[in-house]
Structure formats: structure tokens, C-alpha cells
């Protein structure tokens, strides 16, 4: 790869390890684009509880959906690799940053079963057959129609099961992805358990403090459901729960901490599979990171 070409920064890690406070260092440094790639940003009126960044202006793929909108990766995709299209053909560099690592692997290692959404008509059916007939009977359709499909999922889950029968019963072509040809590197801010716990519990005690149970009382004003698919960011259906009186304040703040230990467990669980990725315990400074860029 050209070292004249413009430079591409990933920065990972787990939920609340500093890694957008860094990103916007290194974008400002560099005069680059920042780019998303959280999966609950996406989501308007979602700001709070999903810790959108305050310098909402300077990023791309923020805001782009209501809580009641489906979006998935194959959209993210799309919108990534036009955004990132247009930043090459300006020679302006770019940095990717967010905790939805699955959405980051699509697009710098590339995946070759990645579908489009289905169908409205096709998910909808679906989903009307969850509805009727229960998630039990759905499974035993998957295993049917494809036993490998069934035995690499979770089968608990009806958003996995629902999502892979919509894929055999209405199959398309894969999802294509040409990145184009940055200088890229991947960076991932991966504190200690112990820190990453404290941070976790500190940083949702402070979102409270922000108004997170407000932003979900607004939620409710504005007409959206917890079964909205916005709602499965965490704590927001926590906080629905204490707002209808089946859950305390504190009880709501403690379940989302452990929910969200839990979740940055599973990141660095997936970090650790990353290809190509340089890790840092703590924030980087500029240097280290530009090192990594090479000469």
C-alpha cells in the first residue's frame, strides 16, 4: 500500500475506554473525517443513554434512523464505504470509531455470507410467525431447512433465529464491499478488567446524572415502544422498566452496570480475534499512535 495514500484509523475497544475522546484527538490532529460505527448512535433521540458524542456535527453515520427503524450492518456498509469513497477521491483521511466491532471486521477483512436486509414482506412474515407460533417452532424450521445454520447460532435468541430464517427463505446476493485504498490502521483501547469496571460504573452513574431517564420518558412522549429495535441498546429498556414502576432507581443503575460489564466483556472477547489489530492498555498519545501509521 502507497504511503502517499490518505490515512485510515480504526479505533477500538471496549464500551467506555476513552476510545472516542482519542479518535476526535487524532482527527483533529490530522484534519480527518470522523465516521461512526456504533450501532445504537445510528438512533435519533438516542443520545444519553447510547454516549453519542457532543461534537455530533463532525461525524459521519450519526442520527440516521428513528428508534422504530431496522439497521443492520449491510446499511452501515453501504453508507461506510460511500462516505469513505468520497474522502479517498478528496486524498482526506478518515477515522472509523465505535464499539460495533462486527460492523468493523465487515468492512476492513471483508465477509463474504453478508446479505441485504430482507424484504418488509419477507420480515414481516416472519415475524408474524413468531408471534403465533412461538420462537420453539421457528427453530425447529431453521433446523430444517439448514441444520449448520441452527448449530452456529444462538437458538435462545429470536432476533438470531429470526434473522437466519429470513436468509434461506429469501435469499439474495452477497453484500460487496471495496474499501478503498487508505493507509490503514487499527488501534484498540483495551483497559485492565478492573478499570474497565470502574470506568463502566462511573460513566453510568454520571449518564443518570445527564438525563437518561428523561431521554426515555421523551422516548415514550414521542410515541416509540421498548420492542422498538433502538430499545435493545442498553439500559433503555432498564429504565423503561423503573419508569413503570416494576424496578427501582437503583436497582435500574446496577443492572445496567452489570449489563454493560457484561457486553465489554464480550468486546474484548472479540478483540482479542481482530486481525491486524494494534493494542494499547491505555489512551495512546498521538506519537504512539501516528507511529503505527509507519514513516
Known amino acids: 500500500m502507497s504511503q502517499s495514500a490518505p490515512l485510515l484509523f480504526v479505533v477500538m475497544g471496549p464500551t467506555a475506554s476513552g476510545k472516542s475522546y482519542f479518535a476526535e484527538l487524532l482527527a483533529d490532529h490530522l484534519d480527518a473525517a470522523l465516521i461512526n460505527a456504533d450501532a445504537f448512535q445510528v438512533y435519533r433521540h438516542m443520545d444519553v443513554g447510547t454516549a453519542k458524542p457532543t461534537r455530533k456535527a463532525d461525524y459521519s453515520l450519526l442520527d440516521l434512523k428513528d428508534p ?150 421523551q422516548l415514550k412522549k414521542l410515541g416509540f415502544l421498548d420492542t422498538d429495535p433502538g430499545f435493545r441498546a442498553i439500559g433503555y429498556r432498564e429504565i423503561w422498566t423503573h419508569l413503570k414502576g416494576d424496578l427501582s432507581f437503583q436497582a435500574c443503575q446496577d443492572q445496567i452496570v452489570r449489563n454493560t460489564v457484561q457486553y465489554a466483556k464480550r468486546q474484548r472477547t472479540w478483540l482479542k480475534k481482530e486481525p491486524r489489530l494494534i493494542q494499547f492498555s491505555e489512551t495512546p498519545t498521538l506519537t504512539e499512535a501516528l507511529r503505527c501509521a509507519g514513516p
Do not use: C
Open 68 to 217: 422504530n427503524e431496522d439497521f443492520g450492518v449491510g446499511e452501515w456498509l453501504r453508507l461506510a464505504e460511500s462516505t469513505l469513497l468520497e474522502l479517498f477521491q478528496q486524498q482526506r483521511s478518515a477515522v472509523i470509531v465505535g464499539g460495533t466491532g462486527f460492523y468493523i471486521r465487515a468492512l476492513t477483512e471483508g465477509y463474504s455470507d453478508l446479505a441485504p436486509a430482507p424484504s418488509a414482506e419477507t420480515r414481516q412474515a416472519v415475524q408474524e410467525r413468531l408471534t403465533l407460533h412461538g420462537l420453539e417452532a421457528l427453530v425447529e424450521e431453521l433446523r430444517e431447512l439448514s441444520p449448520d445454520t441452527a448449530a452456529t447460532i444462538d437458538l435462545k435468541n429470536p432476533i438470531r433465529v429470526t434473522r437466519a430464517l429470513e436468509k434461506l427463505i429469501a435469499p439474495s446476493d452477497p453484500i460487496q464491499v471495496r474499501l478503498p485504498e487508505f493507509n490503514l490502521r487499527k488501534l484498540a483501547i483495551i483497559p485492565t478488567k478492573d478499570d474497565s469496571n470502574a470506568r463502566i460504573q462511573q460513566r453510568t452513574v454520571q449518564m443518570m446524572q445527564n438525563g437518561w431517564v428523561e431521554e426515555v420518558e
